[in-house]
């Protein structure tokens, strides 16, 4: 089975931190995607990544980037931290034309 | 862009019945995919089912098939004889069918509570 692992099942951070997000999948998907979950409004994509060192901005890029130096690892960073960007974080990866594996997700709080 | 429209933020059935989700969405591509993806309250997203819209034919896996209308831009997921485990987030997904096109694009989501 595809595993998706991201490093923090729950995270609290200050306002103004900079916040990093990992997530590692391990069946050489070269497709990888960050995803904020949010009540009524589902999921929305911030970053994806079709190779190594590429990324693209998805709907909702503002206050995040985004870094992949390896195949399996694809990282989320936060700046600068702020409390609208509190929510829940999913990370997702796959095989090109295949369905999405999503890990278990990161729960941020910013305070 | 593309939107997924979910306009039931809850839903709750009884056990062993039939409930039906629903789904809408608005394109103007002529080939894509449509997923319904489930999140229980461990908060991994499984893929429920998929459907291929150059298929007529609605997809149906186990207990859970969709009625799949084109033309109306309809993509809605009937759970027959409903169990507990069913009881989670539903989601409803759309990705484009051009070459490349890889990212997802979701619905709000629907609870759905699952009542003994």
């Known amino acids: 089975d595809v595993k998706v692992t991201q490093s923090s099942r729950y995270l609290v951070k200050r306002t103004g931190e900079k916040v990093f997000l990992e997530c590692v999948q391990d069946?050489?998907?070269?497709?990888m995607f960050w995803y904020r979950q949010d009540p009524g409004l589902g999921l929305r994509l911030i970053y994806f990544s079709y190779d190594v060192k590429m990324k693209e901005k998805g709907d909702i890029p503002e206050g995040y980037s985004v870094s992949r130096e390896k195949k399996e690892r694809f990282s989320l960073i936060l700046e600068s931290a702020s409390t609208n960007q509190t929510s829940m974080y999913l990370c997702?990866?796959?095989?090109?034309?295949?369905?999405?594996?999503f890990g278990n997700g990161t729960r941020l709080t910013v305070t | 862009a593309q939107t997924v429209t979910q306009s039931q933020p809850e839903m709750s059935v009884q056990e062993a019945e039939t409930v039906t989700l629903s789904c809408t969405y608005d394109t103007s591509e002529s080939d894509y995919y449509l997923f319904w993806y489930k999140q229980p309250p461990s908060r991994q997203m499984i893929l429920v089912i998929r459907q291929e819209a150059y298929k007529q034919q609605n997809a149906t896996e186990n207990r859970f098939s969709v009625n799949f209308q084109k033309a109306a831009k309809s993509f809605s997921l009937k759970i027959s004889d409903s169990q507990l485990g069913d009881a989670a987030m539903y989601f409803c997904a759309y990705r484009s069918a051009f070459q490349g096109a890889q990212k997802l694009v979701f619905g709000q989501g629907t609870r759905l509570t699952i009542n003994p």
């Open positions: 997702a990866s796959s095989l090109t034309y295949s369905p999405l594996h």
């Open positions: 069946m050489d998907h070269e497709n």
